[in-house]
């Protein structure tokens, strides 16, 4: 992201800066100016340019989350999601659940999957509990590398996305879930 907008993280007002976290920065954009609507005037100029910028990276502003704006595009395709996770402790499920949206629930697996398996048991829930769309996520951890593997059907189609997750362990999981909900807003 600084190769892209790290001329505007240089301006001195109104100013840009990143707050980093696993799998999403935030962008800040804050403004002096002798009335609000001036200051307003010139974020308004500097979100424009880090939209035209950044493109589809950026998912919202200001209170928008990640899961209410994935929610949010696959309500406005109709579409109903349920979710199969497998090494996240439930945090994918958990996260959806704590939001308004099309999400009629999930299964916590144990043990990670792998990815032709967890392609079949995701058919199967699809099938069994009549949604538009699942998406099954299952995380193998490891020393010093985590592989994440996702699948996800639509009416679409069907799609398997594997992953690999090289920080830090303890943010494994964290990671995993923001990648699933940004695939899951492009759906």
Excluded: C
Excluded at 19 to 38: C, L, M, P, Q, Y
Excluded at 150 to 161: N, R, S, Y
Excluded at 164 to 186: C, E, F, H
């Amino acid at each position: 992201i600084d190769n892209v907008i790290g001329d505007l993280e240089l301006l001195g007002n109104p100013t840009v800066g990143l707050a980093a976290h696993s799998g999403r920065v935030d962008v800040r954009i804050t403004a002096k100016a002798d009335s609000e609507e001036n200051a307003q005037a010139m974020i308004q100029e500097i979100e424009g340019k880090l939209r035209q910028r950044l493109g589809d990276w950026i998912f919202g502003a200001d209170q928008e989350s990640l899961e209410q704006v994935a929610l949010t595009h696959l309500g406005s395709k109709g579409w109903e999601l349920a979710v199969v996770e497998a090494g996240l402790n439930g945090e994918l499920i958990h996260r959806l659940a704590s939001t308004s949206g099309p999400f009629s629930g999930g299964e916590v697996l144990t043990n990670p999957l792998n990815a032709d398996y967890l392609l079949q048991i995701i058919e199967s829930y699809r099938q069994a509990h009549q949604v538009d769309v699942v998406m099954g996520v299952t995380l193998h951890p490891g020393e010093e590398q985590q592989i994440i593997y996702l699948a996800v059907i639509t009416p679409d189609g069907e799609q398997q996305i594997p992953l690999s997750y090289g920080g830090p362990p303890g943010y494994a999981v964290t990671w995993a879930v923001n990648q699933s909900l940004d695939i899951m807003r492009k759906l």
